[in-house]
């Protein structure tokens, strides 16, 4: 794929099949916000240029590959993949979008494809935290001790999450596999059009969990789900056992009545992440859970296949325009009347938590977030 051209990308996404009817457009949120930006413009500009002019573009990155334009599309256009496919074009002409964190995050990403990086990612694991090296359950950790470092001011959660993930599988007698040199899925990279590492990544990543022999694969971030589940087969390197985000995997458990806890009450609202909801397609299994928690949800006004993404994808362009995206989700949230907001992802805790560390908003966005692995965790408590 980072031989493709223009072209190829249009052919590839169904572009041909746009009708310029401007559905897209009216549900874009990053076209309510910055003039002259649309999914379909982007295509329009794709077909007609013969130069390579929009390669240049700084609107190519602006995208929030969040699908709710393809969700809508009459045509079936797939627009974020089109932007996925020509920011690698782009990158075949030295042109990336703006990281907001100064590269660091894939820095890191790109240090991991080296195959002879030796890390330990183990020291986060608490006494008493239980794992194996024979279970047929992997716990894919991802990213979250990094997230922690680089946004402790925000008070970041990432080993928190992970650590109540890593109690709640041993409630339920799982003594998962943690792999000690477990590397980035690889999701942002790709998502930015950097394919020749990405299939780095994923090559190590796959080695890896296959030589354990688990069947099953369960992780706390959706956009490490979706890329182990359908990317790494996409790009020629699929997993021979079970992908599950942690909300599908509880849900599982419920049915099969494993599961056995206190219930925590009070009001909350829930986040649909993109690639769990609109990619993954999985909207009820969170719901089933904070219901079976005693939990009342109120939703937003957008929600399930209609939420509004967090406001930024891959961790670039994360300027104005993403700030006014979370300020509006968040006063969505609190419109509610609900105490908490629930997520199911890192990345939308974290850029929830930066929008409301403006102190020029105060107490307008201001709500209480925690993740939906750290509520089960504290029922669990709350049982015991």
């Given amino acids: 794929m980072s031989d493709m051209s223009i072209k190829d990308v249009i ?26 930006y649309s999914p379909r413009s982007m295509v329009e500009a794709a077909i007609t240029d013969q130069g390579g002019g929009l390669l240049y573009d700084g609107r190519l990155w602006s995208c929030l590959t969040c699908r709710r334009c393809s969700q809508i599309c009459p045509s079936d256009v797939r627009f974020s993949e089109f932007t996925r496919g020509l920011r690698t074009v782009a990158r075949g002409v030295k042109q990336e979008g703006h990281c907001s964190h100064g590269e660091t995050i894939q ?30 359950t992997i716990y894919f950790v991802g990213c979250l001790p990094h997230y922690d470092v680089l946004f402790n001011r925000i008070g970041a959660q990432g080993l928190e999450i992970a650590r109540n993930a890593m109690k709640v599988l041993n409630h339920l007698g799982i003594e998962p596999i943690v792999l000690a040199d477990e590397r980035c899925c690889g999701h942002d990279l790709l998502w930015e059009g950097d394919i020749e590492t990405f299939r780095k990544l ?36 699929g997993l021979d056992m079970e992908v599950l985000h942690i909300s599908q995997f509880l849900a599982q458990q419920l049915e099969a009545g494993e599961l056995d806890w206190g219930e925590l009450g009070g009001r909350v609202t829930y986040q649909d992440p993109c690639r769990l909801g609109r990619y993954l397609g999985v909207y009820d299994e969170p719901r089933r859970v904070m219901a079976a928690l005693g939990l009342e949800l109120v939703e937003m006004e957008d929600h399930r296949g209609r939420a509004l993404c967090c406001g930024t994808s891959a961790w670039t362009h994360c300027g104005a325009t993403a700030k006014s995206i979370q300020v509006d989700r968040l006063r969505q949230a609190r419109a509610t009347g609900a105490e908490t907001l629930v997520t199911a992802c890192a990345k939308c805790q974290i850029h929830f938590r930066c929008a409301m560390d403006d102190t020029r908003l105060g107490d307008e966005i201001r709500i209480e977030v925690k993740d939906l692995t750290t509520l089960v965790a504290e029922a669990l408590d709350r049982k015991t």
């Fill in 11 to 36: 052919r590839e996404t169904r572009s041909y099949y746009c009708l310029e009817c401007g559905k897209c457009t009216a549900v874009c949120p990053i076209s309510r916000r910055e003039a002259g």
């Fill in 107 to 136: 820095t890191w990403m790109r240090m991991m494809a080296d195959p002879e990086l030796k890390q330990n990612r183990l020291e986060w694991l608490d006494e008493g935290l239980r794992t194996s090296t024979d279970s047929d």
């Fill in 202 to 237: 994923a090559e190590l990543n796959v080695a890896l969990l296959r030589e354990t022999g688990a069947q099953r694969v369960v992780t706390t971030c959706p956009e490490c789900a979706h890329t182990l589940k359908v990317d790494y087969r996409a790009f020629g390197g």
